[in-house]
Nanobody, 118 residues
Framework: QVQLEESGGGFVEPGGSLTLSCTAS????????MGWHRQGPGKERELVAN???????KYADSVKGRFTISSRNAKNTVDLQMTDIQNDNKGVYYC????????????WGQGTLVNDSL
């Protein structure tokens, strides 16, 4: 059973920066894709960015050029560096980890809140 531990959420002023981190543990050998989804107030969850073990990354159009996703720690940790954070970027950020073989399950973290400091 894969477990995801998220950190780095908090309050940030508009235009500010924040980095989210997520570490996967337990049965990570089958994980080939990790990423971040965001759920804004009253909205559905949407993809922010994800990254394959190969290093290939995908971003939502709204965050291109401002957010950077990267992996480390033998691909078990994924970081999301967010700059120039805007109001639309607020919400709960969920880390995800997808198996690329076996049961091919997608695991979700508990979520970490990014909100403005006002």
């Amino acid at each position: 059973q894969v477990q995801l531990e998220e950190s780095g959420g908090g309050f940030v002023e508009p235009g500010g920066s924040l980095t989210l981190s997520c570490t996967a543990s337990g049965g990570t050998a089958s994980i080939g894709l990790m990423g971040w989804h965001r759920q804004g107030p009253g909205k559905e969850r949407e993809l922010v960015a994800n990254i394959l073990n190969s290093g290939e990354a995908k971003y939502a159009d709204s965050v291109k050029g401002r957010f950077t996703i990267s992996s480390r720690n033998a691909k078990n940790t994924v970081d999301l560096q967010m700059t120039d954070i805007q109001n639309d970027n607020k919400g709960v950020y969920y880390c995800t980890a997808s198996q690329v073989w076996g049961a091919r399950r997608k695991y979700w973290g508990q979520g970490t809140l990014v909100n403005d400091s006002l």
